[in-house]
């Protein structure tokens, strides 16, 4: 299993790497559209989101541990219970009667075995239960040890399984052990090794009848069980960090977007204003009457229109278009208005007076919808000099 450390930092590049490839994606998309970085369109809300970002991996290496050690504690609270419980029933049972020298078939010995085997059945996840005195030279040794299921197979095999005899030495030294034949409750921080295996253990004084501590009562956990509880808090911990990251993320990617949108609206209105200033300076100084309209309604007109129909710019705009289309014309409108093309029609005036008009159309964009743009140019002077020179060569020919 990989330390808590490196696996964090894992979390970290894995982050690291996911905010590297989205501002990257972000930075082309803005340079396209508006030739400027992510860091020029949002400065504060990009330092700060950086910062936040900063201090979750920060605390969120705390709330890791804070949860490794939350489910210790819970290991520990367990532990003290237990072995409390079953360190004074021991003392009742006249523990301190052995030692190094008594015998197997000893009445006290097999009565305390007997006991411990039981309470052991109905722990099953405790891994081992034993105690252990401590030697005239300083030495431990086990006192009561059963046999143990080590490898968790359902049965008692091999030599290391069996009950450990009497007097055993235990050579390997423990701190939390020793702090227990001082008189207080204590519990290994990580998993040890000897020559049973791998375990976390935790250790209780047993007093004899005048109060001092005549033995240890010492219970293991196997280590790889322990391990899997540790890492599943851990995993929660950091799933709990990736998922505040993720939606911090994505609610500033969403405030850059609005901030992009703004920005993209902002120049898209002032090139619609030149546009339309420009437009506005052509229609004014053409002698052809302008008219800007969609679905069927006049929206802009230019002076000159005004003069064309006699109507003021006022009552031209949101003027049904038909209302400027000579009847004769009406079915020529339908027509028109299906296509970007020059045509001949006949329009009315305010007055309902009725003249022949060339007009021409196109399509577009205006206030982020398409409209028509028509011009159009009073011909009838071009229809009387036309219908002149028809009658005049008639004459000639008759």
Not at 14 to 37: D, E, G, P, Y
Not at 230 to 241: D, L, Q, S
Not at 243 to 253: E, G
């Amino acid at each position: 299993m990989l330390s808590k450390t490196i696996e964090y930092m894992i979390l970290i590049l894995v982050i690291l790497l996911t905010i590297m490839f989205v501002q990257h994606q972000m930075n082309r998309l803005i340079q396209a559209k508006l030739k400027m970085s992510l860091f020029q369109i949002a400065q504060r809300l990009t330092t700060a989101f950086y910062i936040f970002v900063f201090l979750l991996l920060l605390g969120g290496f705390w709330y890791v541990s804070y949860l490794e050690q939350v489910k210790h504690q819970e290991y520990e609270r367990f532990s003290k219970y237990f072995t409390r419980v079953f360190a004074s029933e021991l003392s009742q049972m006249n523990h301190h009667l052995l030692n190094d020298a008594t015998s197997e078939t000893d009445e006290t010995y097999i009565r305390i075995l007997r006991a411990m085997t039981r309470w052991q059945h109905e722990h099953p996840e405790v891994l081992s239960i034993y105690t252990l005195k401590k030697s005239k030279d300083g030495n431990n040794y086990f006192v009561v040890a059963l046999a143990t299921d080590y490898n968790r197979n359902g049965k008692i095999d091999g030599k290391k399984e069996q009950i450990v005899p009497i007097g055993t030495v235990y050579k390997e030294h423990i701190p939390e052990l020793e702090r227990a034949f001082q008189g207080k409750f204590s519990m290994e921080k990580e998993p040890t090794s000897d020559q049973w295996g791998e375990s976390i253990s935790a250790f209780y004084p047993i007093f004899d009848k005048n109060g001092k501590v005549n033995a240890v009562f010492g219970i293991d956990y196997n280590a790889n069980e322990y391990k899997a509880q540790i890492k599943r808090e851990r995993n929660k911990g950091m799933v709990v960090i990736f998922l505040v990251f993720l939606v911090s993320y994505i609610l500033y990617l969403l405030l850059v977007y609005i901030r992009l949108e703004k920005l993209l609206f902002k120049k898209y209105r002032e090139e619609l204003e030149i546009s339309q200033h420009r437009f506005k300076r052509l229609s004014e100084v053409s002698m052809e009457g302008i008219i800007i309209h969609s679905e069927g309604k006049v929206l802009e007109v230019n002076e000159a229109a005004c003069r064309l129909f006699g109507y003021t710019a006022d009552e031209l705009i949101h003027m049904p278009i038909q209302k400027l289309v000579a009847p004769a014309s009406l079915q020529d409108l339908k027509t028109f208005l299906g296509e970007e093309d020059m045509s001949e029609m006949y329009l009315r005036k305010k007055d309902g007076t009725v003249f022949p008009a060339e007009i021409f159309r196109r399509e577009y964009d205006y206030y982020a919808k398409k409209v028509s743009v028509t011009a159009i140019r009073d011909i009838t002077d071009r229809k009387k000099q036309e219908e002149t020179g028809r009658n005049n060569a008639l004459y000639r020919f008759s």
